[in-house]
């Protein structure tokens, strides 16, 4: 097991952009999410996929599929709307994009920084 002592700057700045990112990062550890994700982001419907559809399609009951949906719409990934009882869900993303990107560039300052060390 690898233990760090001593942080540079590089190390940190990525840790922190974990720490901040956690939310997001759980969310997108779990597989049935994922598949609500890619299948959202395919859906050319500008008004939303029901969530009994989208149960359909993940193969999941209505009820576990509202809970990954609900843990998405929380953090901001996708965004819902109500038409009676019936309720849609749209890819929103909102910062996630970004916030991956941040992560992306700490661990490349990370990595550049270990190539000057070496």
């Not at 609500?36 to 008004?47: A, E, P, R, V």
């Not at 819902?80 to 992306?104: F, K, M, P």
Request: net charge neutral; aromatic share 4%; charged share 25%.
């Amino acid at each position: 097991m690898l233990v760090l002592t001593n942080y540079t700057a590089a190390h940190e700045a990525a840790l922190n952009e974990f720490k901040a990112d956690i939310g997001h990062l759980n969310a997108l550890a779990n597989a049935n999410r994922q598949k609500l994700l890619m299948i959202l982001g395919q859906s050319g419907d500008s008004k939303g996929v029901k969530v009994n559809d989208l149960a359909k399609k993940i193969g999941l009951s209505q009820p576990a599929t509202s809970h990954h949906l609900k843990t998405l719409h929380d953090i901001g990934m996708v965004g819902s709307r109500q038409e009676g009882n019936v309720v849609y869900y749209y890819l929103t993303l909102d910062d996630t994009i970004q916030r991956l990107e941040r992560i992306t560039a700490a661990l490349r300052a990370r990595a550049a920084e270990t190539v000057d060390e070496d």
